[in-house]
């Protein structure tokens, strides 16, 4: 199915997820997993944010690094999963 | 009796229809959303956190807070106790307030509220800063908020005597 207008000219006509794009199964499952937990630490990462942003303007910016690193572990698990969800599993292997 | 069944059958189409004029996108564009794409999004979203906080780091290890020289504070040696003097500090269009508290001595704030920068000033019948602004209190001899919405101290102006007179030296959060 191409993109374009429909045969009638009435509605846009947007090619759907072709069979390629949907995931196996199985994995459909661990996708929604991880876009909870992803979720959740974005979540966090916020909280860190707010509490890095408190201690900045009390004056105790030194102690904000291990805030920074704490969001960067979170950043770099998410960076993992992305790439751990993109890679395509043989069917049958 | 005919004609109007016939006019029923087509009202859902006709319904349809109009459904379709309102909202002119195939039903199978939904298929296109894809929860990888909302992952990656979330993605770009946490790394986007991340340097945020990252900057905040650097900032606070970069930034001294610190400011102001030292200058005497005119009139403080005639403070009597439990009184409040105003002044300007570290710069000409900062308020400070000075306060000599009993059993305490001199203590100085900014009297920029730490909540939303409202002027701090010094109730002397309830021995307490106040912000009237949102009713935010600070406890004068440690500058700590005590009630209200502001959750940190005030900046505390280092002071010291210097030949009789009392001085400002700096001003740190």
């Given amino acids: ?93 | 009796m005919t004609e109007a069944r016939e006019r029923a059958a087509a009202r859902p189409h006709d319904r349809d229809e109009r459904w379709r004029s309102d909202f002119p996108y195939d039903w199978e564009a939904d298929a296109s959303v894809s929860r990888r794409d909302l992952l990656r999004l979330a993605v770009i979203t946490s790394g986007a956190l991340f340097a945020g906080t990252l900057l905040l780091s650097l900032l606070g290890r970069r930034d001294d807070r610190r400011r102001g020289s030292p200058r005497a504070i005119p009139g403080a040696a005639a403070l009597p106790a439990g009184e409040a003097l105003y002044f300007k500090y570290p710069g000409e269009d900062d308020q400070a307030v000075l306060l000599n508290i009993e059993g305490t001595g001199f203590v100085a704030y900014s009297q920029k509220c730490t909540h939303l920068s409202c002027s701090v000033y010094y109730r002397a019948e309830k021995g307490e800063l106040i912000c009237p602004c949102h009713d935010g209190k600070f406890d004068p001899r440690t500058g700590e908020p005590t009630a209200g919405p502001p959750q940190r101290r005030l900046p505390r102006i280092t002071l010291e005597q210097r030949g009789g007179e009392l001085f400002a030296i700096e001003e740190a959060p």
């Fill in chain 1, 1 to 93: 199915m191409s993109a374009g207008p429909s045969p009638d000219g009435r509605y846009v006509r947007v090619p759907a997820a072709s069979r390629r794009d949907r995931p196996v199964p199985g994995r459909e499952a661990l996708l929604l997993g991880a876009l909870a937990f992803g979720l959740m630490m974005l979540a966090i990462q916020l909280w860190l944010l707010t509490v890095a942003l408190e201690l900045y303007l009390a004056g105790d910016g030194e102690r904000v690094w291990g805030l920074a690193v704490g969001s960067g572990c979170v950043f770099v698990g998410g960076l993992i999963a992305v790439w751990l969800l993109s890679r395509r599993p043989r069917i049958g292997a």
